[in-house]
């Protein structure tokens, strides 16, 4: 296997990442040319990059994107601020061979290498560490975060039948009472790249309202990447905009990302004025309901362990800061 290091992104190109991006593992939309070059161009301008290629034949089967956050110091695009599950990009079964191969290829550099949310089943958690070693690099793993994840049964039925007696108590009084104050209220998704650009407004306007945090945290940077990732995937058929609408406006909203079956409950926002309704908690009971009817087999909520999220019914599942460290000189 040979190891080819770019120095932007660009050198790979949009056909060969996501050709390799759709034979991994894990298809995870956070990994997509799409988020990825989104985030490089708004969150990492003027940083130095590594592309690390590993090959077969001339044909990708690995790709390690990096950048420079301090001298020596390399992390993954994608940022752990804005992006759920990162990791090596790389063709299923080429796992460990891929990482010996970067292991082996980087061995006498002097960088620290920084990835952000893998996944705690992931090769890079449980068999790098191991092969690293072999080439006298030290590698820790800890538990950055957790994601609450629903394994989805066949029916809306099925699932509320799985809750506690109290979480399906609180979810159906809450759906009745906001159908019975508020009738005219409706979900509403927009699934194209059209409608989606379409209703982000609203529901920008909706997260900003929601939480102090939350409008600090979607400054005019932040929202120009949003506006052109989401959208971008949203083309691909990975990103939607959910909202609950009525007469008065929007309630509540979600953006949610879609891969491999599973539905990501990614963000969101609501008019605090309605707070009482529990508008948010009522659409994201429609959302589930929706996954479960189109067949879906997960509902992933994504990082963090909000309270509201775990009313649903799901188990955690952790991600792992792994950092690969250069033997001592």
Known sequence: MKIVLHDRLEAVGPAAW??????????????TWTWQTEWARVFAAGH???????EDDGEPVALLPLHETAPGVLEMLGGAEVSDYLDLIVEAGYEEEAWSALLSARAAASSVWRLHAVPAASPTVTAMPGLASNFGLAVTTAVEERCPVLDLPASWEQYLAGLTGKQRHELT???????????????TCAATGADVEARLDDFLALHRRSRV??????????????????????????????????RQGPLAAF?????????????????????????????????????????????????????YKYEFGPVAEAVHA???????R
Request: no cysteine.
């Open 48 to 54: 130095r990059l590594e592309v690390w290629r590993a």
């Open 18 to 31: 996501d050709a390799l991006h759709r034979r991994t593992r894990l298809r995870s939309p956070f990994l």
């Open 255 to 307: 953006i949610t990302l879609e891969w491999d079956g599973v539905v990501g409950l990614y963000n969101s926002g609501f008019h605090p004025d309605h707070a009482p309704l529990s508008p948010g908690l009522v659409l994201l009971g429609h959302l589930v309901q929706d996954a479960i009817a189109r067949g879906r087999r997960r509902f992933d909520f994504l990082r963090g362990e909000e309270r």
């Open 213 to 246: 945090g939350k409008a600090r945290f979607m400054d005019h940077v932040m929202e120009a990447f949003f506006r052109r990732a989401v959208t971008g995937l949203a083309e691909r058929g990975m990103a939607r905009v959910w909202l609950l609408d009525s």
């Open 173 to 187: 009084r809450k759906m009745r009472r906001l159908a019975r104050e508020m009738p005219d209220a409706r979900p």
């Open 322 to 328: 792994v950092t690969i460290v250069p033997p001592p």
